[in-house]
């Protein structure tokens, strides 16, 4: 009988921010921010920091886990879409108002986005987009 070994997916690092947490992992990171915050570019900058920390020579994506309502300075893509290391942004929500949004904040953006319902399916592509199938 031969039993496989299941990949354990590991959180390399947890930040606690005041807008939320970020989770780092080896290709990608998460974000989960509370509710009712507004993203500001000094806000962005810690999560860049953050990217700067574990993803310096590295291609990595980044996942939206939209679970609470907050506001984007769209402003704050301008600086995101510097980082040539970024190789795949994803949005995931099931509220119809972060479809909506998705589809402005894409046009700020100018690279690879996606908006998913699904968790699993960003994560695919993320992980797709960086190169580690």
Known sequence: MKVGQT???????????ETGIVQVFDDY??????EGVTMTLERAFQIIGISEIHFRDKAFGYISLRQNSYAI???????LRELDNLKAFAIVSIKEIDMHNFKIEKL???KP????IEYDNALAWVKKRVGNK
């Open 7 to 17: 990949k354990k997916t590991i959180i390399v690092r947890e930040y606690q921010l």
């Open 73 to 79: 300075d769209p402003t704050v893509y301008n600086y």
């Open 29 to 34: 990171m998460v974000a989960i921010f509370e």
């Open 113 to 116: 986005m996606k908006f998913f």
């Open 108 to 110: 700020f953006y100018k």
